[in-house]
């Protein structure tokens, strides 16, 4: 007998029988679960519940519905154009062109999109590892010092977290013109520095893992202050650090409109303008349909990205905990 | 120029126990505080004060630029265009959130009830989308919905169906509520599991000894617990949709019929600004746009964060 969570709603609060008994120290649970690694199993609680096969399958639902477009790029960047039409999205066409599809997009045009790769590269590492310099720095001083002003910081930037980034993508581009910034890798690095979420999450961070005493006596013990936050502070925010970084990693990896409206010149693209553009040349009459190279460099966007997501998997956790409020 | 005192000074002793930090330290805390704080003026402040200031002239062709108060701020709460973006990203926001927040829940909620197998993949595998960039999930579902050479068209021809053209001017909302839920329902899904992961376990024990089944955990512990992570949520939600720009732009080459130049509010802006040249009413749209999505972020969190 599992329950799952499909129960319905009658199995509230009544108290049933089984469930009183499984909640009784049971000893003769060893040979039902086999081996029960934990002493004292209790298969029926909430606590230690059994693993349960239709709540599986249902969950299941939800991860192919997750996984299956990203199955239905793998397949589809091993076909040629004519494949693309004549065979099965799900399945593989007679054969294969997949490292024949990877040579042509990274050689299509004078081979832009290894181009467009190193722009992105660019980018992220510029932005991305920008961002969050600022971040810890400035979480690290809104959580540890007291200066005039603070509280004012504070409210402003989180205030600014609800104003639509759009809103400010027109003002934005008019002032960087005026500056001549546009069209330069400038436009896309500097708006990319500023990540309100990453100063919250450092700043929550901070507050909990650099303890105050360790810095006065680190003072005490006359310790410069920049001194103090390499050795002692940096550290200990090292957690916090690696998942405001991959945050602003994947942010400016997958950015598309703040280089949509400040990048004109295709020799600036990232990666997202870049396939944007082919497509926008394959849906135009006369221009050359390169559905093909589309699906192979959207594959060749997400493997990098997808890689470090899967690597650096457990700092998305623990950020998203230190973000989240406890009450 | 940052003013750190790097030099080792005579520190008076401390008083025991002291909470703050000392003030002295004032400077430093600016100098660690003033690079965000400087970035964050010329990216933010400064595009927030620039906008305000288009939005009341007007540039002409014959004598420039003239100041003309409210007049921008008049025809935008006047302009069918945008309010006809605004009611259909209303609609999308309606549907898609409460769908998105809900397979979320669920997930968590399974996740985190111990009684899967293979928890860690579920977990790993729902947030995947989360890291695929908004132009690769548009293409990619685009070519899926397509009727040429994608799945639905493929599933059409195998089964002798006729299933509708998802990127028809009837269902494109639909199609785009779906890449969206694709995209970050994986993301909310953490979210919620980590507010769940710090209530105390002790809980469940001591509700399930009173008897209470899992449903009734979920209802009277799980769900309070969480609330302020739901709430959070749904605000995010609620701004990225009133923000919609991404998939529709990218959808367009596939769908030009369907998808218009002001299918939503940001898209208009967008093409007032860059396809039209009206910069002064594409930054006046674009203020009435923050302002409404503000009212409504701050109304949603008054609402939630209410003990009730």
Known sequence: MTTSLTTAASDSATPSPDRRAAAAPATAQRSRTGTAKRRGRLPHTPLHPRPSLPLTLVTGL?????????????????????????SFGLWFADETH???????????????????LLNTLLYVVAGAGGATVLAVLGGYALAKYEFPGRRAVFAVVIGAVAVPGTALAVPTFLMFSNMGLTNTPWAVIIPSLISPFGLYLMWVFAAEAVPTELLEAARIDGSGELRTFFTIALPLLMPGTVTVLLFSMVATWNNYFLPLIMIKDPDWYP????????????????????????????????????????????YWQSGLAAGSVKE | MTLLSTSAQAVPPPRPRRRRPLSRHALTGWGFAGPFVAVFALVFLAPIGYAAYLSLFRDRLIGGRSFVGADNYLQALTDPRFWDGLARVGLFLAIQVPVMLGIALLV??????????????????????YAVPAVVASLMWGFIYGTQFGLVGNINDAFGLALPDPLSPALVLASIGNIVTWEFVGYNMLIFYSALKVVPRSLYEAAA????????????IKLPAIRSALVIATIFSIIGSFQLFNEPSILQKLAPN??????????????????????NYAATVAIVMGV??????YTVQLRGMRKG
């Open chain 1, 62 to 86: 939800v991860l192919l519905y997750t996984l299956l477009p990203l199955a239905w790029l793998v397949i589809n960047a091993t076909k040629d154009q004519n494949g693309l039409f004549d």
């Open chain 1, 98 to 116: 997949f490292w024949d599809n990877i040579t042509r997009t990274l050689t299509y045009d004078d081979g832009v999109f290894v181009r467009w």
């Open chain 1, 271 to 314: 990666l997202t303008l870049g396939l944007n553009a082919w497509n926008a040349q394959a849906q135009t009459a006369g221009g050359e349909a390169v559905f093909d190279l589309i699906i192979t460099g959207s594959l060749l966007t997400i493997v990098p990205i997808v890689a470090v997501f899967l690597l650096l998997q457990r």
């Open chain 2, 108 to 129: 968590a909620l399974a996740v985190d009830s111990g009684r899967l197998y293979g928890k860690t993949f579920f977990r790993v595998g729902v947030f995947l989308p």
């Open chain 2, 209 to 220: 000894i009173d008897g209470a089944g899992e449903w009734r955990i979920i209802t009277s």
């Open chain 2, 258 to 279: 369907a998808i218009t130049n002001d299918f939503t509010p940001n898209l208009y802006t967008y093409s007032l600004s860059f396809a039209g040249q009206q910069h």
């Open chain 2, 292 to 297: 409404i999505t503000a009212i409504i972020a």
